[in-house]
């Protein structure tokens, strides 16, 4: 039985291109980056030109690139420079981050910062009048990710920014803002300069890149915790992974060169999902919005948990996901998002996710309806 994958979201298959010239990397470039040898200096030659193709692809200079091991530790590092302050202040994050960010501002607490959750609508949306009501005098950081990773839905960066710099000016200092940018790379139109942010982290193996790479995007270089030999301007030190790192600029080069055709791809296959969907009476979609990410979609199913459900798909052939890869393995957490956007605890339980990308076919839609209505059909005949 061939299986499906229906869980891009938690991570993506590895490119064989990618895989190439990964290989092809680690075996032409044997150097530290750091040595000042011919190995060294060809290393570190190699890393700055992908370094610099990485900056170009995101829209921003060389300099604002911190290459890590991945979104999570992209954000650690910027919620690890708030310690270096000398008096905290107040945080605005959102109730819908990834754990990586919502989970570490319970650390921060315990260091005098004040955390203010910031509520989406129904359609899982931070809207900016919510933020704009709940900004303060202290404020010193405002964490609002692009693309949530359990419903698609798109984050209004840009006027978030905009109420964001105009209270600014009445309070007379600057506020941080980061996103988390790890399901919006190579799915939706970025550029950082434009946004106006000051911090983005994304992650390669959301894009068929390999895992443990990411890049963090930084204006202004922030107050590390870290020492060490002073890569990636003292930011993130360490060995630079050589390889790695040029296996996610080119997966990056793929993903936004066929970017038109890949968001055509994904609408049409969410499109034939969806209207698979309204022809199952158990099934209810999570509210969804014509700008929510067509690679996922969040719905709940009558009679099955929703990690029971999973299961029974892994059965059957097709892995989807009950939730957040990164949060499924703990029940509270797991409905932390879900609940925020006003769920009721039954329907949490109940959901389940499916997120698509370039390789998922519309047989594959198919089929997964297909396995769903054999299920409800045995529960239905008991």
Same mark, same amino acid.
């Given at each position: 039985m061939k299986r499906v994958y229906l869980d891009w979201a938690a991570t993506s298959p590895l490119d064989r291109t990618v895989l190439e010239q990964m290989n092809d990397a680690a075996v032409r470039f044997p150097g530290n980056?750091?040595? &000042?040898?011919?190995?060294?200096?060809?290393?570190?030659?190699?890393? @700055?030109?992908?370094?610099?193709? #990485?900056?170009?692809?995101?829209?921003?200079?060389?300099?604002? &690139?911190?290459?890590?091991?991945?979104?999570?530790?992209?954000?650690?590092?910027?919620?690890?420079?708030?310690?270096?302050?000398?008096?905290?202040?107040?945080?605005?994050?959102?109730?819908?981050?990834?754990?990586s960010l919502?989970?570490?501002?319970?650390?921060?607490?315990?260091?005098?910062?004040? !955390?203010?959750?910031? *509520?989406?609508?129904? *359609?899982?949306?931070?809207?900016?009048?919510?933020?704009?009501?709940?900004?303060?005098?202290?404020?010193?950081?405002?964490?609002?990710?692009?693309?949530?990773?359990?419903?698609?839905? !798109?984050?209004? &960066?840009?006027?978030?920014?905009?109420?964001?710099?105009?209270?600014?000016?009445?309070?007379?200092?600057?506020?941080?803002?980061?996103t988390d940018a790890v399901q919006a790379l190579g799915k939706i139109y970025l550029h950082t300069e434009e946004q106006g942010i000051d911090s983005a982290s994304f992650s390669a193996h959301k894009i068929q890149g390999p895992r443990g790479v990411g890049i963090l995007y930084i204006k202004n270089v922030p107050g590390v915790l870290s020492a060490g030999g002073g890569q990636e301007n003292g930011v993130r030190p360490g060995t630079e992974n050589l390889a790695g790192i040029h296996g996610?600029?080119?997966?990056?080069?793929?993903?936004?060169?066929?970017?038109?055709?890949?968001?055509?791809?994904?609408?049409?296959?969410?499109?034939?999902?969806?209207?698979? *969907?309204?022809?199952?009476?158990?099934?209810?979609?999570?509210?969804?919005?014509?700008?929510?990410?067509?690679?996922? &979609?969040?719905?709940?199913?009558?009679?099955?948990?929703?990690?029971?459900?999973t299961r029974i798909m892994d059965d059957r052939g097709f892995a989807i996901s009950a939730g957040s890869? #990164?949060?499924?393995?703990?029940? @509270?957490?797991?409905?932390? !998002?879900?609940?925020?956007m006003g769920l009721t605890k039954e329907q949490s339980f109940h959901s389940f996710r499916v997120s698509t990308g370039a390789l998922t076919t519309e047989e594959d839609i198919l089929r997964f309806s297909r396995a769903v209505n054999e299920e409800l059909t045995i529960f239905r005949s008991k």
């Open positions: 980056p750091s040595s &000042i040898h011919l190995e060294g200096k060809a290393a570190e030659r190699f890393l @700055e030109k992908d370094r610099g193709r #990485c900056a170009e692809l995101l829209g921003t200079e060389k300099k604002r &690139i911190v290459f890590t091991s991945g979104g999570t530790e992209s954000n650690e590092i910027i919620l690890r420079s708030l310690l270096l302050r000398k008096t905290p202040g107040n945080i605005l994050i959102s109730g819908i981050e990834h754990p919502f989970e570490y501002v319970h650390f921060l607490k315990n260091f005098g910062y004040s !955390v203010t959750i910031l *509520y989406p609508d129904m *359609y899982g949306i931070i809207q900016p009048r919510t933020v704009e009501r709940k900004l303060q005098h202290d404020t010193m950081m405002v964490i609002i990710m692009t693309v949530n990773n359990e419903t698609g839905a !798109v984050q209004p &960066i840009g006027d978030i920014v905009r109420v964001v710099r105009n209270f600014e000016k009445t309070n007379n200092h600057h506020i941080h803002i980061h996610f600029t080119t997966a990056m080069e793929q993903y936004f060169t066929n970017f038109s055709e890949r968001i055509d791809h994904a609408k049409k296959l969410m499109e034939l999902l969806l209207s698979e *969907y309204r022809l199952i009476p158990e099934i209810k979609v999570l509210e969804r919005t014509p700008e929510h990410s067509p690679f996922i &979609i969040n719905a709940s199913i009558k009679h099955f948990p929703g990690e029971v459900f890869a #990164c949060s499924s393995k703990n029940k @509270e957490k797991k409905a932390r !998002v879900l609940s925020a």
